[in-house]
């Protein structure tokens, strides 16, 4: 069973669970990339692999919660309710 699904619940699209969820996702990715990092440079002697990482990292992260943003702006700025 899934905790965190894809932002839906419920057939209603769920901003703060698609935030969690891509909270998440970020954390596992940083992880990862951080793991690569320590070892490329451990056994490949490329010590400067680990900025490179943080830097795809930032751009990836940024891309998605860009997204989030711009899919929840007009909710938040009330563009979205019928008055």
């Given at each position: 069973m899934f905790i965190l699904k894809?932002?839906?619940?419920?057939?209603?699209y769920d901003h703060n669970m698609k935030a969690a969820y891509l909270h998440v996702l970020a954390d596992a990715l940083t992880s990862v990339?951080?793991?690569?990092?320590?070892?490329?440079g451990k056994y490949m002697g490329i010590v400067w692999i680990d900025p490179v990482m943080v830097i795809v990292g930032v751009i990836v992260i940024f891309h998605w919660y860009y997204g989030l943003i711009?899919?929840?702006?007009?909710?938040?700025?009330?563009k979205s309710v019928d008055v």
């Open positions: 894809d932002g839906r619940y419920h057939h209603d990339l951080t793991i690569a990092a320590l070892l490329t711009k899919e929840s702006s007009s909710v938040l700025s009330d």
